[in-house]
């Protein structure tokens, strides 16, 4: 299949979200008396420092294949989560940071789209980078909810949660890969077709007629 301009620009936009993603998480541990991630050089904008091999092969297939929905990941910046005080909210902070800064990007692209779509034709490039960040990052922040350790939304759980709780993720996180796996590759569709929903309700919400597919 050719590679188009609409897979690169998807693509990059990928890599930099991910990579405010990861940050968020090292500069909010940093905040809550953890360094690990300082002293590795994670707390840094330059995506070379996050991409993981994997991670980032599996979304160029992915894109290669012709399906949009793109599943990736960078690599996980240290936390030392015994060093963060106070411990379960300094967990919890960490957890949501890169959440909350994805759904942050993902808003802006959004008013971008909005301000500039008055301006532009929807298939100038710069309405499709817009288009790439709202959808992207709308959906790393999503898929990060997922409350399975290790995504976010699991550690988020595990932060407030009681003993037996706590006991149950410790018990399952070392599969916690292969769930999330599992859920992706059997309910692929429904996870597609659940985002294409909520990512089209919020361009209606805007005002923005933009068709969404996969």
Request: charged share 15%; net charge positive; glycine share 8%.
């Amino acid at each position: 299949m050719e590679i188009s301009s609409s897979m690169i620009i998807s693509l990059a936009v990928f890599v930099v979200s991910m990579t405010f993603h990861e940050v968020a998480h090292g500069y909010v541990a940093y905040k809550f008396g953890d360094d690990t991630a300082k002293r590795a050089g994670r707390i840094t904008l330059n995506p070379l420092k996050h991409l993981d091999l994997t991670g980032i092969i599996l979304p160029i297939l992915i894109l290669l294949s012709g399906f949009k929905f793109l599943v990736g990941w960078a690599k996980p910046v240290p936390v030392n989560f015994d060093n963060l005080n106070p411990p379960r909210r300094g967990l919890f902070c960490v957890a949501i940071a890169g959440i909350v800064v994805n759904f942050i990007i993902s808003a802006i692209s959004l008013v971008l789209l909005k301000v500039m779509g008055k301006y532009l034709d929807v298939e100038n490039v710069f309405m499709t980078i817009f288009l790439y960040a709202y959808l992207i990052n709308l959906l790393l922040g999503l898929f990060n909810l997922i409350p399975i350790t290790p995504l976010d939304g699991g550690r988020i759980i595990y932060s407030f949660s009681g003993k037996k709780v706590m006991e149950f993720y410790n018990k399952i996180e070392k599969y916690g890969i292969l769930i999330i796996f599992a859920i992706v590759y059997l309910g692929s569709t429904v996870l597609a077709q659940g985002f294409l929903t909520i990512a089209d309700f919020f361009l209606k919400l805007a005002g923005i007629n933009i068709a969404l597919t996969f």
